[in-house]
């Protein structure tokens, strides 16, 4: 009995948290610190939907 349990996490979760963490670094941080984490945050991300890309 091996069965694989797909925990994906879906497309629209992805974007919700990525323009929550925006709206909180928005809040709280300054103009550099927005937008260095935007950038990072966005690599992060990319990575991360490539890798669960390649599953299929």
Same mark, same amino acid.
């Given at each position: ?39 990072l945050?966005?690599i ?10 390649? *599953? *299929?």
């Open positions: 009995m091996s069965e694989s349990v797909s925990t994906k996490i879906p497309s629209w979760l992805m974007i919700v948290v990525y323009l929550a963490i925006l709206a909180i670094l928005a809040v709280f941080g300054d103009l550099f610190i927005f937008i260095l984490g935007t950038i945050e966005t992060v991300f990319a990575v991360g939907y490539n890798a669960s890309q390649e *599953h *299929h």
